[in-house]
């Protein structure tokens, strides 16, 4: 079984920045990938951006050139650190991942609790 634990969020102003952070932990052998959601009120959850296991990284075109996420492979961590951010950008963060746990090729696949993220005056 694997946890992912989001930490990181709170309230920005307008163009501010802020980083997230997701640690997985339990049984992991390797990362296949992780991947940073968003779900704003009243709208579905929405994939931000993903970095896989070989730091192959893809986001959403409203994010592109405003954040960026990376891995910390030894911590089994990702992180997403956010720049010039909207309004729009308010929304529950969640983090996501896909896991091997075991040598026979089991996979893990879930959910963070969730950290909110604010973009306010």
């Known amino acids: 079984q694997v946890q992912l634990v989001e930490s990181g969020g709170g309230l920005v102003q307008p163009g501010g920045s802020l980083r997230l952070s997701c640690t997985a932990s339990?049984?992991?052998?390797?990362?296949?990938?992780m991947a940073w959601y968003r779900e704003a009120p009243g709208k579905e959850r929405e994939l931000v951006a993903t970095i896989t296991g070989g730091g192959s990284t893809d986001y959403a075109d409203s994010v592109k050139a405003r954040f960026t996420i990376s891995r910390d492979s030894a911590k089994n961590a990702a992180y997403l650190q956010m720049n010039s951010q909207k309004p729009e950008d308010k929304a529950v963060y969640y983090c996501?991942?896909?896991?091997?746990?075991?040598?026979?090729?089991?996979?893990?696949?879930?959910w963070g609790q969730g950290t909110q993220v604010t973009v306010s005056s």
């Open positions: 996501n991942g896909e896991f091997h746990i075991d040598e026979q090729g089991s996979t893990w696949h879930g």
């Open positions: 339990g049984s992991i052998v390797r990362t296949n990938f």
